[in-house]
T-cell receptor, first 116, second 117 residues
Framework: EPEVTQTPSHQVTQMGQEVILRCVPISNHLYFYWYRQILGQKVEFLVSFYNNEISEKSEIFDDQFSVERPDGSNFTLKIRSTKLEDSAMYFC??????????????FGNGTRLTVT | AQKITQTQPGMFVQEKEAVTLDCTYDTSDQSYGLFWYKQPSSGEMIFLIYQGSYDEQNATEGRYSLNFQKARKSANLVISASQLGDSAMYFCAMREGRSNSGYALNFGKGTSLLVTP
C-alpha cells in the first residue's frame, strides 16, 4: 500500500539554526499538510498546500515557517531560525483530491525535532 | 473555542470487552466529516474510521464502529472485543466545509486507551 515517507526520523539542531523537514506524499494525492505534536499534546494543524500554493495556515505557521514543493514528489517544511519551543513531532500528510469530506489524511511516521 | 472535545484523558478496558471513546464537536457547517485516528506508542497516525454529516447509517470498519448522534453533536468510537494491541492514543478529528480552507483536520486532545489482560 502506498505510504507517506518522512526524513529524517529524528533531527537535533541548535537554537537559531535552520532545519528542513522532508516528505514524499503519496504519488497521486493532491493536498498536502504539515502538522505538529508537542510531546503529550494534541496534533496541531500548521499548513495545507494545494496546486503549488498554501491554501490555509494556522496561527502557529508564522514567518519562521515556509513550505515548498520543489519537484513533483517532495514536500518540505523549513523552519528558518529554530526556537526551543519548536521541539515537537512534525507530521506530513496527504490526501486524494476527490470528495473532500470523506478522504482521510494519510500520515507519515513523523520527524522528531529536538532543538537544544 | 474547542472544535473537538474528548473528555476522557485515559480509559482502561479488559481484553475482549467493548469500550466507547467519547467525542463531541462544534460546527455551524451542514457539511462536515468526522474521523478517528489511532496513535500507538511508536508514534504513527493510523486512520480508523470516517463518518459524514449526511450519512444516515453509523460507520463500521471491522471491530470499530462510530456512534453518530448528529443532534447531540457526538461521534463516539466503539471498539468491540478489545485486544492488547488496541492500547494507544485515540484522536477524534473533524473536517469542515469552508470553501476557502484546505480541508484540514482539526483534532481533539486524545484519549489514552489501555487494554489489560
Amino acid at each position: 500500500e502506498p505510504e507517506v515517507t518522512q526524513t529524517p526520523s529524528h533531527q537535533v539542531t541548535q537554537m537559531g539554526q535552520e532545519v528542513i523537514l522532508r516528505c514524499v506524499p503519496i504519488s497521486n494525492h493532491l493536498y498536502f499538510y504539515w502538522y505538529r505534536q508537542i510531546l503529550g499534546q494534541k496534533v496541531e494543524f500548521l499548513v495545507s498546500f494545494y496546486n503549488n500554493e498554501i491554501s490555509e495556515k494556522s496561527e502557529i505557521f508564522d514567518d519562521q515557517f515556509s513550505v515548498e514543493r520543489p519537484d513533483g514528489s517532495n514536500f518540505t517544511l523549513k523552519i528558518r531560525s529554530t526556537k526551543l519551543e519548536d521541539s515537537a513531532m512534525y507530521f506530513c500528510a496527504s490526501r486524494a483530491g476527490t470528495a473532500p469530506y470523506n478522504s482521510p489524511l494519510h500520515f507519515g511516521n513523523g520527524t522528531r525535532l529536538t532543538v537544544t | 473555542a474547542q472544535k473537538i472535545t474528548q473528555t476522557q484523558p485515559g480509559m482502561f478496558v479488559q481484553e475482549k470487552e467493548a469500550v466507547t471513546l467519547d467525542c463531541t464537536y462544534d460546527t455551524s457547517d451542514q457539511s462536515y466529516g468526522l474521523f478517528w485516528y489511532k496513535q500507538p506508542s511508536s508514534g504513527e497516525m493510523i486512520f480508523l474510521i470516517y463518518q459524514g454529516s449526511y450519512d444516515e447509517q453509523n460507520a463500521t470498519e471491522g471491530r470499530y464502529s462510530l456512534n453518530f448522534q448528529k443532534a447531540r453533536k457526538s461521534a463516539n468510537l466503539v471498539i468491540s472485543a478489545s485486544q492488547l494491541g488496541d492500547s494507544a492514543m485515540y484522536f477524534c478529528a473533524m473536517r469542515e466545509g469552508r470553501s476557502n480552507s484546505g480541508y484540514a483536520l482539526n483534532f481533539g486532545k486524545g484519549t489514552s486507551l489501555l487494554v489489560t489482560p
